[in-house]
């Protein structure tokens, strides 16, 4: 029993390290690459703190070569998801009832754990299981989920000190409790950090949680499961159950105790499971929280008193880190014709100069594309636009996958605004370019706002402040994360919250306090200290 208020002292960002040459950062992370891919692992199905290996496997791959063989993954069934579901809600009560500073306790060791000991196999198993360049791996998958942990614990002590006012002889207080039932969260391929922090932000709130990851990006996720368990997170509070998304979700959906989704992937997934929740509301005991962030069509929207080297830059590191497979990755870009001669000359010298291949070769800038349905999806992007006369590639437009999933860094000018590569989601290495006369400005912002049904992230470019304000403004709801004279991506937690509206999500925002209250259900409690003794009131005298 806690017999004291405890603060979970501020946090800071977590430091990236460089891996520049002649540094012993760098030396590490090369031998631990070595370590990882010269074996192969099997990665079993964890319910209830016990590994279980079904039998139905699926190989765990490089994307950048996929002949070379990671290991094995077991996936979960309704027998595992059954399993799970009856292990969480067993580990429930104890750990709802455990005080919360020790359930921030595990978060931040995990966090010390991973940016320690386990610091350079996390970045090597997010090297070689998603095809991430060392920066890469090293800002989400060692500092981003590193910030998710200690901030989040952080940010659980403050909403525990928010109480309410309190009369004379009165005092009000509010208790913050877990949510009855079990959670479930569904996590995506690109981000290790994503994977870490939404069964985390759940567990930290007291709810028990199955855990589907992305069976594209189990390698390093499984690192993450383990690293949990080796701070000291209890049996069945987070199950671990790699797996086809029906095979999963239909049981977990289909379950009474079923009370609440956190879900990061596509639109149309969640819109789908969303659809199957409210099928199934009237058979849960409680209301199911539902928390998404899916898509985008991010942009980049230059004023004609942009500076050109700002613009080209923020354009190839937001369009083509971690080869477009960012929620946040630009891909479309609209320019004024007073400075399109210019940019075009800039962009294409620096895309030429964008190196691609296996990520172990560090002067590498680009992968690979995750898998082949990805490599199939973005391909068909470009193709389209190849037999379009209504855009020309201007740079890129190959791909290979004979020995990784590789796609070019392309760029395309279309003219027309509305071009499919224009309007929909490619999560690849694309970026789409509509070149807008000057004196169309006002039209171009109402482009630039509506032809897109989504709404994540989205930068502007000009130096004339006037330009700015105005901008923004005609852009309020176009983004929830918006970006001046920078890159569209690379949201940092407790200084950019991430998440979108429209058809991007729920825009719950990962990373801060307001995403924690989704998962925290509040009690009112009213103590009288002097209780009335006479029903009646005075007006009745």
């Given amino acids: 029993m806690s017999t004291a208020y405890f603060q979970v002292p501020e946090p800071k960002n977590e430091p990236y390290l460089s891996y520049a040459p002649g540094t012993p950062e760098r030396d590490k992370l090369k031998k631990a690459l070595t370590e990882l891919r010269s074996q192969e692992i099997e990665i079993p199905v964890i319910i209830g703190g016990k590994e279980y290996k079904t039998g139905n496997t699926q190989d765990v791959v490089m994307p950048h070569n996929h002949k070379h063989k990671l290991g094995i993954v077991h996936k979960a069934g309704k027998k595992e998801v059954d399993l799970a579901i009856k292990a969480a809600l067993e580990a429930r009560e104890s750990w709802a009832s455990m005080p919360w500073e020790h359930r921030a306790s595990i978060l931040l060791k995990a966090a010390d754990i ?65 949510i009855e039932g079990f959670m479930f969260a569904i996590t995506p391929f690109n981000f290790t950090a994503i994977a870490g922090n939404l069964p985390t932000s759940m567990a930290l709130c007291g709810n028990t949680v199955l855990w589907k990851p992305a069976t594209s990006s189990v390698y390093s996720n499984y690192f993450v499961m383990r690293a949990l368990e080796r701070a000291g997170m209890p049996p069945g509070v987070i199950n671990f159950l790699p797996g086809d998304g029906p095979e999963v979700g239909d049981p977990v959906f289909a379950d009474e105790n079923f009370a609440g989704l956190q879900f990061t992937g596509s639109t149309g997934a969640f819109q789908h499971m969303w659809g199957t929740i409210g099928k199934n509301i009237s058979k849960y005991k409680c209301y199911p929280r539902i928390v998404g962030e899916t898509g985008g069509k991010d942009f980049i929207f230059v004023h004609p008193t942009a500076d050109n080297a700002e613009v080209c830059t923020g354009a190839v590191r937001g369009a083509f880190e971690y080869q477009g497979q960012k929620c946040s990755a630009a891909s479309r870009m609209y320019v004024p014709a007073s400075l399109w001669d210019d940019l075009r000359k800039r962009m294409l010298a620096e895309v030429k100069d964008v190196k691609m291949g296996d990520v172990e070769d560090f002067s590498n800038f680009m ?37 990784g999933y590789f796609v070019e860094p392309t ?131």
Wanted: hydrophobic share 35%; proline share 5%.
């Fill in 114 to 178: 991973i940016t320690g000991p386990e610091r350079f196999k996390m970045n090597a198993a997010t090297m070689l299981g998603q095809s991430k360049t060392p920066h890469q791996s090293e800002i989400e998958a060692v500092g981003e989920i590193a910030d998710f942990f200690r901030f989040n614990a952080y940010y659980l002590t403050k909403i525990m000190s928010d109480q309410p006012y309190s009369p004379a002889e009165t005092w009000n207080r509010v208790e913050y409790r877990g």
């Fill in 411 to 541: 760029l395309i000018v279309t003219t027309n605004p509305k071009f499919k590569t224009m309007e929909e989601e490619i999560f690849g290495p694309v970026l789409t370019i509509y070149v807008y006369e000057d004196k169309k400005l006002e039209e171009a912002l109402e482009l630039c706002n509506t032809t897109s049904p989504y709404a994540l992230t989205g930068a502007i470019f000009a130096k004339d402040r006037n330009a700015l304000v105005h901008m923004a403004e005609k852009l309020r709801y176009a983004a929830g994360n918006f970006y001046i004279n920078d890159k569209p991506t690379g949201a940092i937690v407790n200084q950019q919250p991430f998440g979108g509206a429209r058809s991007s999500g729920t825009n719950d925002k990962a990373g801060s306090m307001q995403n924690l209250l989704r998962w925290l259900s509040a009690r009112t409690i009213k103590e009288n200290f002097n209780p009335p003794v006479d029903w009646r009131y005075p007006y009745m005298d």
């Fill in 367 to 403: 992968g690979a594309v995750i898998d082949k349905k990805a490599f199939k999806s973005i391909t068909k992007y470009i193709d389209f636009a190849k037999s379009s006369n209504e855009a020309d590639i201007i740079a890129g437009g190959g791909y290979d996958d004979s020995t």
